[in-house]
């Protein structure tokens, strides 16, 4: 039983790890879309500055999370990989679509507009199908036919509470991004695009509130053992929304240790409590989801690889990520501490 829960929580870790980080890097790509005509802002500027280095790494997760559901429970992977066919594939076309155009984007720069309209477009769909992949594992969308697992696609597009999962991935996309990148305006001392990404940050952060509790209430009808399990741990949730109130201060509220002129805001607390937030949030969901990774036929338990696989799996991600996670670490710190990438001049 200890080997499955460590592996349910390297599984979920990927998840939750890639949920972040694509939402921003999803969101990047459209807010870069919406400004580019607005050049004096330099916000355009500012996003193109943080696709460019985290397109890739922000890929890489997607690919370990596939292999770790192939390695760690390859039999969950043989019904996720039946009634994931159509949305799935449906994602996978999105990805290409939008990597294709934004690298394209930067080359033809003839074509600049219409390329990053496409890779804007594409990306903060993307985010919406890949929730979808929730409301699919509450069971009420697959069917069984002759032990085959079927996802009836009608009922699914039918339901509230997908909707409202599309509609919360979208919108905190949008609200993650904004966050960042108002941080990462602020660090590059490009104040135009700072106050327009911390004017959009408050804007979205009380809908992506909204659109939380809309899931909560759509779920209690669609999903109530998931939901009645959630509400064993209510004051995680109530937790979760104390940090975002802290997120609501770091916008609103200049820091108050700061020397000589005053900015509002303080993004760097906002986007910390906003990611613990989301952890909160993600842990209670994911411990009312156990033991099921497809409700109610795919549990854990029975769609578990052979504990001695297990363990070399186990060990080789753990060499991987020792040698791997000072990389990212060396990278983030970089990113956001270079001071000649942070306030380069003339970037389009």
């Known amino acids: 039983m200890a080997d499955v829960l460590i592996a349910i929580t390297v599984l979920w870790g990927f998840v939750f790890i890639y949920a972040v980080m694509a939402t921003m890097d999803f969101g990047a790509g459209f807010w870069s879309m919406v400004y580019i005509n607005r050049e004096q802002t330099k916000a355009t500027n ?78 903060i769909i993307i985010p919406g199908l890949l929730i979808s992949v929730l409301p699919i594992t509450h069971g009420e969308y697959v069917e069984y036919v002759n032990g085959v697992p079927n996802l009836n696609l009608a009922k699914l597009f039918t339901s509230p509470n997908e909707y409202a999962f599309v509609g919360f991935a979208i919108i905190s996309s949008l609200f993650l991004s904004s966050l960042l990148l108002a941080d990462y305006s602020k660090a590059s001392r490009e104040m135009e695009a700072y106050q327009v990404y911390l004017r959009d940050a408050m804007i979205l ?117 020792a040698i791997l996670f000072p990389g990212f670490v060396y990278f983030w710190s970089l990113f956001m501490n270079d001071k000649r990438y942070l306030r380069q001049k003339g970037v389009k």
């Open 46 to 123: 500012i996003a193109n500055r943080y696709l460019s280095p985290t397109w890739e790494v922000t890929n890489t997760f997607i690919v370990a999370l596939v292999v770790a559901v192939y390695s760690l429970f390859p039999a969950a992977a043989n019904t996720l990989g039946t009634i994931l066919l159509i949305p799935g594939s449906l994602i996978l076309l999105l990805l290409a679509f939008r990597s294709a155009f934004l690298v394209f984007s930067n080359i033809a720069t003839e074509y600049k507009k219409p390329l990053t309209y496409i890779s804007g477009i594409a990306g």
């Open 205 to 321: 952060g009380p809908i992506s509130l909204i659109m939380a509790f809309l899931i909560m209430l759509t779920l209690r009808n669609e999903a109530t053992w998931l939901y009645d399990k959630m509400m064993q741990d209510v004051h995680l949730l109530i937790i979760s929304v104390a940090f975002f109130l802290l997120v609501g201060f770091g916008l609103y509220f200049s820091n108050p240790f700061q020397k000589g002129e005053k900015i509002k805001g303080m993004p760097r607390l906002s986007v910390i409590a906003v990611t613990i937030q989301y952890l909160i949030a993600s842990y209670v969901y994911g411990k009312a989801h156990l033991p099921y990774i497809v409700y109610p036929e795919v549990t854990i338990q029975n769609s578990f690889t052979d504990p001695n696989s297990f363990r070399a799996v186990f060990i080789t991600y753990i060499i991987g990520f």
